[in-house]
């Protein structure tokens, strides 16, 4: 890979082909997959009836710009608001979910603060960067957006940053990229209604936790949380590129026509695809999750949490990460696990990530974990 920027390092085989859980890469080697592409393909690899969607698409248009109605980003829309008076604005990332709901926040409030989160990951565009809390990957970049505050994660020092001169507070509800770390509960509650007393605004970042991947269509509803903002990107068009920031209905005035847009956003190829997610994503469809994700649970603190090189398990649902001791390089864990035939992903602090695909059965799921434990036991052996 000579002719491109070397931002990412790579391993060295290339994925050729994928269905459902399995993919295969150029030497025909098959592997289990564990990252679902990083939280995107969270119904398979060429899920049918994503594919069906989105040829039938290619059939019809391709690209028309905002300039016209869309009943399609209209039906995406409402399944996104999942039967609140939500209203959405597309967009094709993470980071530009991110930029939308930077914005708006400044605009509706009329303020300019905002407090983040260390550890916090939300995208690598100025604003979204700026309200990153990972010196690592912001070093040479500044300077960056003015206004920005950071806060302790779960820490209840942060409560007394909430002031009203904020404009707002964005989180994650699990920061994925943070090295998994859970919000507590009971600390999230606390900042919510914090927010709602000094009148600012909430923005909840589930761009790696949405679409179902802890049990729910958005892990807040586990806390029975009420954002003003979502944003959501990764796993809503199963790998066709796509974000959205979800908002609520009051704050529509602030967006008003020329606020804010961007010529590929609700592309009818993405918006097909989301449908066709969206559709899928059903209580029944979540309720299988959460079965799963019990019974990888019950092997995870049976079989891996009490193995030697294990500190600790954290994540909900499918989101898990499985920290390790200091002495085991996490790089080299991933290695061996893809010559044992499973792909899965890194986190911060020596974290192994583990981001199933949502569609994947009970028995694969074990079949990972017996992978992943007799790598950890045989590198224990090996030091
Ligand atoms: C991946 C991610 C982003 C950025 O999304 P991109 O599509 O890569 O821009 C933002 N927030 C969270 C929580 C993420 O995991």
Not at 306 to 313: A, F, G, I, K, T
Request: hydrophobic share 40%; aromatic share 8%.
């Amino acid at each position: 890979m000579n002719s491109l920027f070397p931002t990412y390092k790579r391993f060295p085989f290339e994925i050729v082909k994928g269905q459902g859980t399995t993919l295969f890469d150029d030497s025909g080697k098959k592997y289990l997959d564990f990252t679902s592409g990083i939280g995107v393909c969270n119904l398979g690899y060429t899920a049918p009836n994503v594919k069906q969607a989105v040829a039938s698409q290619l059939e019809k248009v391709w690209h028309t710009s905002n300039l016209y109605e869309s009943s399609l980003q209209e039906h995406v829309a409402q399944l996104l608001g999942a039967g609140t008076d939500k209203k959405v604005f597309f967009c094709n990332s993470g980071t530009e979910a991110n930029e939308a709901a930077l914005k708006l926040a400044r605009k509706a409030t009329g303020k300019k603060n905002i407090l983040a989160f260390d550890h916090s990951f939300h995208g690598r565009t100025y604003g979204s960067l700026s309200v990153t809390g990972n010196s690592k990957i912001k070093t040479g970049f500044g300077p960056f957006l003015s206004g920005i505050i950071f806060a302790p994660y779960n820490d209840t020092t942060a409560l007394n940053q909430i002031t009203s001169n904020l404009a707002a507070v964005i989180l994650e509800v699990i920061q994925g990229e943070g090295g998994v770390i859970n919000g507590n509960p009971q600390w999230l509650k606390a900042v919510a209604k914090k927010c709602r007393n000094e009148g600012v605004l909430l923005i909840i970042d589930e761009v790696q936790t949405g679409m179902g991947r802890t049990g729910k269509l958005y892990s807040y509803q586990h806390y029975g949380l009420d954002p003003d903002i979502v944003t959501v990107a990764k796993g809503l068009a199963n790998g066709i590129p796509v974000g959205a920031m979800i908002g609520k209905a009051e704050l529509a005035e602030s967006f008003g026509p020329g606020a804010h847009g961007t010529t590929f956003g609700g592309n009818p190829l993405a918006m097909a695809a989301a449908e066709a997610v969206l559709t899928t994503i059903d209580a029944d469809f979540l309720d299988a999750v959460q079965q799963k994700a019990s019974f990888f649970w019950y092997y995870l603190e049976k079989e891996i949490a009490p193995l030697q090189v294990v500190d600790s398990v954290s994540g909900k649902g499918l989101m898990v990460g499985i920290h390790l001791n200091k002495e085991l390089e996490i790089s080299n864990v991933i290695t061996a696990l893809q010559q044992a035939g499973l792909l899965t992903l890194p986190s911060r602090g020596n974290t192994l990530r583990l981001l199933p695909p949502l569609v994947i059965t009970g028995s694969k799921l074990l079949t990972g974990l017996k992978l992943i434990k007799n790598t950890l036991q045989n590198i224990t052996v090996n030091q």
